[in-house]
């Protein structure tokens, strides 16, 4: 079965709710929408403290090429606009605002029949991803439009589509595929069609045998479109990994997908690029597991953006009394957070409440050479060393031992016998060698 060759790891995949259907969470009173849920630039207000708005309606537009439009997720009042902590735990300029009722704008479809027909050309597909505020939504927020436009001097000839999820816990994008796979699969169409690419694939981890084989049978109803069972190994939903996984092509150094021909889309944004295109929907709600050993009803939810994850963790049953840490994310890759009142944003996959228990807490010592973050790191890095550097401010040399690679995906940390914070100690490195950089340029 296929997988990526160079290091990985094998975790518990505690998939604790795929079985549980997603439900609609109650929309909230108070909608808490930042204005930066993307990796570029916050997007500008476009509307006033005191002006009504519909939900769907556009109320911040992009700022730059890496922006992107925010809409209201709720029909109300704007009472306020002011800085409020965002899941990353940064402070974010927001709008507040108070519910009343579920007015949506005119034009969007609200309608659940399939639709096939792709009318768009690949410009108004573009223009119609900009325009809903599209991000990656497996994570990473990084505007979709972007992707869509090939540089000059690229060519893209294949579409991957990562409905991996190898992260423990998260089982959103899994539900996602079973429960609304024809809409993927048109989706999946429509960026074929924007890209003007003929072959895609949806790389799947064969720990989700129903998804695999729901749309095994469902894409043969669509032109060129594969469905490939992968071997679970974490970092696997890595685009780096992935693209090697399934058409065996290395992305160079410093490189990105297109550079070898891929352009690469989570499911979550495949279905939002559906939505927008055929439904006329931006981008305002998003599937979201809410899981943990301890809670009582782990699910997965339909989410409005700016709900505060308090009501997620309500309606699975309310915190546990064992709880030792709230993590925005999966265990791997996730931050901590500290206050619930938070709002769930564009990329907010899950909400993972870990039981006292389940915190590994070893004693940190000095690193013993056991070559172990070596073996696991999927980049082919030293990790120990790339640590070692930065804790000794050594930023020349780490630069030379291409830092910037990192996928960050914690597996050196993980596998770490002593204990030792080798992932934050080389994000460290990182942040301070794009300082340089950044200084050098200017």
């Not at 993307?38 to 002006?51: R, T, W």
């Not at 043969?220 to 992968?230: G, Q, R």
């Not at 060393?385 to 960050?408: G, P, T, V, Y």
């Amino acid at each position: 079965m296929k997988t990526f060759k160079k290091g990985g790891i094998t975790l518990n995949d505690n998939k604790l709710s795929a079985s549980s259907a997603i439900k609609k969470l109650a929309i909230p009173e108070i909608a808490y929408i930042p204005l930066q849920q993307h990796s570029g630039a916050p997007a500008i207000p476009v509307v006033n403290i005191n002006d009504r708005v519909k939900t769907g309606q556009l109320i911040a537009k992009a700022q730059g090429n890496f922006s992107a439009n925010i809409h209201s997720s709720v029909s109300g009042t704007v009472k306020d606009i002011h800085e409020i902590k965002d899941p990353s735990g940064q402070l974010n300029k927001s709008f507040i605002i108070h519910t009343e009722g579920d007015e949506w704008l005119e034009n969007i479809d609200r309608s659940t029949t399939l639709k096939k027909e792709i009318t768009l050309s690949s410009e108004e597909i573009i223009s119609k991803v900009i325009e809903a505020g599209i991000v990656g939504m497996g994570g990473a927020t990084f505007p979709s439009h972007v992707k869509l436009t090939i540089p000059e001097g690229k060519n893209a000839d294949v579409l991957i589509i990562n409905g991996v999820e190898c992260e423990p816990y998260l089982t959103a994008d899994h539900r996602l595929m079973l429960e609304k796979g024809h809409e993927i699969l048109v989706g999946i169409q429509i960026l074929k069609k924007a890209l003007g690419v003929e072959k895609a694939m949806i790389g799947i981890e064969n720990n989700k045998p129903d998804a695999i084989e729901y749309l095994q049978k469902i894409s043969k109803e669509y032109l060129e479109i594969d469905v490939v069972a992968l071997k679970p190994k974490y970092p696997q939903g890595g685009e780096k990994q992935l693209i090697k996984a399934l058409i065996n092509r290395e992305v160079p150094s410093g490189g990105l997908p297109i550079d070898v021909g891929v352009i690469v889309h989570n499911v979550g944004t495949v279905f939002a690029v559906y939505e927008a295109v055929q439904m006329n929907k931006p981008l305002f709600e998003r599937i979201v597991t809410v899981s943990g050993k301890s809670l009582r009803n782990p699910s997965n939810f339909l989410v409005r953006i700016g709900t505060p994850v308090s009501e997620l963790i309500n309606a699975t049953g309310g915190l546990p009394g064992d709880t030792g840490k709230i993590i925005n994310g999966g265990p791997m890759m996730g931050k901590e957070i500290s206050d619930i009142e938070i709002p769930v944003i564009k990329g907010t996959t899950g909400i993972l409440i870990l039981p006292k228990s389940e915190i590994k807490n070893l004693k940190t010592i000095n690193c013993i050479r056991c070559a172990k973050c070596v073996d696991a790191c999927p980049m082919g890095f030293e990790p120990y060393m790339l640590a070692l550097l930065s804790e000794n401010s050594n930023f020349k040399r780490i630069e030379k031992e291409i830092i910037m690679d990192c996928i960050e995906c914690n597996s050196c940390a993980y596998i770490c016998p002593s204990g030792r914070p080798v992932l934050d100690l080389i994000r460290q490195g990182k942040m301070k060698v794009k300082e340089i950089k950044n200084k050098s340029n200017n």
